[in-house]
């Protein structure tokens, strides 16, 4: 079922999907949902269907963020400068989640579409204080306190991608981190 579930997403119904971003856009930007859109997709980061899970609904908006201006000086050429963002929005998206529900940990995340403006994506948290997770052999390291604020240390799958810690080479300069490849003097 799965597999045509995901054949499905690969071409959706742009009607349908477009009447679906509407009714997101109009609404809160992280918003508590009772079912995953991508059922396929939520199950193969960990979604399961019981206690002590719960799916967001994320919108973020698109585009680059914009440098503080001075505004009590001549106009020059840099006023009016992107900034690019180091992290994914798929991460940001996560944090943002993260700080809405303090109680739940971010387990994964999937995106759910784009239009002009904004991203959409579904964030898997996890509640580290239910029994039913606690029993759960598959879940039951998220318990442990070392696992807290995941998203916000850059612990997920989109935060590791982000930071290009996917693939393992001492010519990266990203790894450890920035701060340490310059600290080292290399």
């Given at each position: 079922?799965?597999?045509?579930?995901?054949?499905a997403?690969?071409?959706?119904?742009k009607?349908?999907?477009?009447?679906?971003?509407?009714e997101w856009r109009?609404?809160?930007?992280?918003?508590?949902?009772?079912?995953?859109?991508?059922?396929d997709?939520?199950?193969?980061?960990?979604?399961?269907?019981k206690?002590?899970?719960?799916?967001?609904r994320?919108v973020i908006?698109?585009?680059?963020r914009?440098?503080t201006r001075?505004?009590k000086k001549?106009?020059?050429?840099?006023?009016?400068v992107k900034?690019?963002?180091?992290?994914?929005?798929?991460?940001i998206?996560?944090?943002?989640a993260?700080?809405?529900?303090k109680?739940l940990e971010?387990?994964n995340?999937?995106n759910?579409?784009?239009?002009g403006?904004y991203?959409?994506?579904e964030v898997?948290?996890?509640d580290?204080?239910?029994?039913e997770?606690?029993?759960?052999k598959?879940f039951?390291?998220?318990t442990?306190?070392?696992?807290?604020?995941r998203a916000?240390?850059?612990?997920?799958?989109a935060?590791?991608?982000?930071?290009?810690?996917r693939k393992?080479s001492?010519?990266?300069k990203?790894?450890?981190?920035?701060?340490?490849w310059?600290?080292?003097g290399k």
């Open positions: 079922m799965y597999h045509y579930l995901a054949k997403w690969k071409k959706p119904d009607a349908m999907l477009r009447k679906k971003m509407i109009k609404g809160n930007r992280i918003t508590k949902v009772d079912k995953p859109l991508r059922l997709k939520a199950r193969a980061l960990g979604y399961k269907a206690k002590g899970f719960v799916v967001a994320v908006e698109r585009g680059g914009k440098r001075i505004n001549r106009r020059t050429k840099r006023q009016n900034k690019v963002l180091k992290m994914n929005y798929r991460w998206a996560e944090q943002r993260g700080k809405k529900f109680n971010v387990l995340s999937y759910i579409g784009k239009d403006k991203y959409f994506f898997i948290l996890v580290p204080n239910k029994p997770i606690k029993k759960d598959n039951k390291w998220i442990n306190p070392k696992n807290k604020k916000e240390r850059g612990l997920t799958s935060a590791k991608k982000s930071r290009g810690l393992k001492k010519n990266l990203v790894r450890p981190s920035l701060r340490a310059h600290r080292k």
